[in-house]
DNA sequence: ATAAATTAAGATAAAAAAGTCTTTTATTAG
DNA sequence: CTAATAAAAGACTTTTTTATCTTAATTTAT
């Protein structure tokens, strides 16, 4: 995700960056990084070209998916489903007692992911100013 | 935690039960389920004895715990904390675009877990009838 | 006391996730 | 065309998580 943010940022700067920048700039491992980054491309997500300058950028179409799309991309749609309490029996017609709590929680989340573009997510992040460091 | 409201709801019908029969009724994996209990029981939220008709079950001031008790016994404070993006620069002060409704989402999630107690939970869940199996 | 039942603890193993390295392929600049 | 640069792909290693097995300790019933 933070990766996501720091080539959204550069495109939207007209640049495009290498893996070594990325990494070394969101403090993550770089050939693990590359991995994933080689599946977030492999499914469109982001894109990136070979070669002397070279590396990761997006396509404008790409930015004004959701936030939700690198989620999916990523870890699947796991967290979007299921009994919050992992209750095979829990449903809507016979919900667990913290069935619609947990509901409204995940359709905050899910509606707030859904609503938020990486595009936008970035702009309102500010300027480069901000590190995309964990810690 | 679906082995600790198997214990619990047999608790409350004062039962005391063994490892092999939790695990069945939750679908889990013996040894490794009593890993788990051997761990809760060591931190005191739950309860067994040895030899014949031993078993575990659960101190009534245990059945008073909050929900957020067994979650932070299996796997501590973290979920509890940080910035949902993962980002180490937000903050209250400094926070990303997200940072506020993250914030109340995890309140709630919070909120959910402290004010709703095991015992609780277990009445509201019904009688026996239901299963705990996750699939 | 002894045998049986039952959890506890420790060692080990298997599987999954995270991380690293090496080789290949594509692109560009000279 | 060639050399250099950069990502892609695949093999491999390490670490973490999940799971299993074995032995020990405790309790109860006889």
Do not use: W
């Amino acid at each position: 995700m933070r990766a996501v943010f720091y080539i959204a940022s550069n495109t939207i700067s007209g640049n495009r960056v290498g893996i070594k920048e990325i990494a070394s700039k969101i403090d993550s491992p770089e050939y693990f990084l590359a991995k994933i980054l080689q599946d977030l491309s492999r499914k469109g997500l982001i894109s990136s070209i070979k070669g002397p300058n070279g590396g990761f950028y997006m396509e404008s179409e790409a930015l004004n998916r959701p936030l939700a799309d690198i989620v999916m991309a990523v870890d699947g749609d796991e967290i979007f489903n299921g009994c919050g309490m992992g209750l095979a029996h829990c449903s809507e017609t016979n919900p667990c007692p913290l069935h619609h709590e947990f509901k409204k929680v995940r359709n905050q989340i899910t509606h707030m992911l859904n609503t938020t573009t990486i595009g936008q997510f970035n702009r309102e992040l500010g300027s480069g100013l901000i590190s995309l460091k964990k810690v």
